[in-house]
């Protein structure tokens, strides 16, 4: 395993210059999938290597539950490990256990608690809430995927705006877009480093939305007033981890984006451009991720088989 094992746990920073080129330079639909992607593949190699420098590094210690055969002297010989970064590793895989499972936990008991606030309502596509708190957002989930909205951001909607915001909820729901938020929140909780990924796929999600509610009521200025005129008036969607039609963000970027011309579509940039060399120099790096704890977990899985006694 040796110094690679520990690549993992760094290589997430090769994802950094992509983040905001992606926002600029890629389609919405195209960014939030790749961050995401990213995010996800990076997280779960990060956490491979803490397992594995736990594993290995405290083979040793008096009183562990591994085979006594994991710490022979030629075992540890063919292994290299790091005591310090093994004992180090336990407290660092149980803050992620802990805050992966905050962060699940919270966002079922979110989505739990939605579901049972509407279960009065009539089982429509979209719920209106007799509310004086102007937000809505997007509720996947329960006996089917739904739509909320408070009459009080409905009355600060024109008919045109209206039909927006109904446009960019349902795109939320059709292109799952919560999955993509859940994953990155998760990788940021299994590795730091990955968080501005988060704050990306939080904007380009939005931006997502924002096209398809454009292209689906026909006018990209009715998409762009009705998102300035909702983050006017509205408090934010209670549910943070919900995607919110005035969600917290960028607003002014996302007004000045539909305000100029639709985003091309494009399957991958091209090589010798900032953003292609962003994205894949992205790429390499999840790549090596992968190659790295793939390599070390299945070293250490062949040694250390055959020195533990059948």
């Not at 596509?125 to 937000?135: I, Q, W």
């Not at 292609?276 to 250490?300: E, I, R």
Request: net charge positive; hydrophobic share 50%; charged share 15%.
């Amino acid at each position: 395993m040796g110094l690679f094992v520990f690549l993992p746990l760094v290589l997430p920073l090769t994802a950094w210059p992509v983040t905001r080129l992606a926002e600029h330079h890629l389609h919405p639909r195209t960014a939030t999938r790749l961050l995401s992607g990213l995010a996800a593949v990076m997280a779960v190699c990060s956490t491979v290597c803490l397992g594995l420098l736990m594993v290995v590094g405290t083979a040793q210690l008096p009183g562990n539950p591994l085979p006594d055969g994991w710490s022979d002297p030629e075992v540890r010989e063919a292994v290299p490990y790091d005591e310090f970064a093994g004992k180090a590793a336990i407290p660092a895989l149980l803050a992620v256990a802990l805050n992966c499972g905050r962060t699940l936990w919270r966002h079922r008991r979110v989505c739990r608690l939605a579901h049972r606030a509407l279960a009065g309502l009539p089982l429509t596509e979209v719920a209106v809430l007799p509310d004086e708190t102007p937000y809505a957002y997007a509720l996947p989930g329960g006996r089917r995927d739904r739509i909320v909205v408070t009459t009080a951001l409905l009355d600060h909607l024109q008919a045109a705006e209206r039909r927006a915001l109904f446009a960019h909820e349902r795109a939320h729901l059709t292109a799952g877009h919560h999955r993509h938020l859940l994953a990155v929140r998760l990788a940021a909780q299994a590795n730091p480093f990955l968080r501005p990924l988060r704050t990306a796929v939080a904007y380009t999600a939005e931006r997502w939305a924002d096209e398809d509610a454009a292209r689906a009521v026909g006018s990209r200025r009715t998409v762009a007033r009705a998102i300035g005129r909702a983050a006017l008036v509205s408090h934010g969607a209670p549910h943070v981890t919900l995607a919110g039609f005035a969600a917290p963000g960028p607003v002014p970027r996302r007004v000045t984006a539909l305000l100029g011309p639709a985003p091309a579509v494009r399957r991958r940039p091209s090589l010798f451009t900032a953003a292609g060399l962003a994205v894949w120099g992205a790429a390499a790096g999840a790549a090596v991720s992968a190659m790295s704890s793939a390599n070390a977990a299945v070293t250490m899985l062949v040694i250390l088989h055959a020195a533990t006694p059948l």
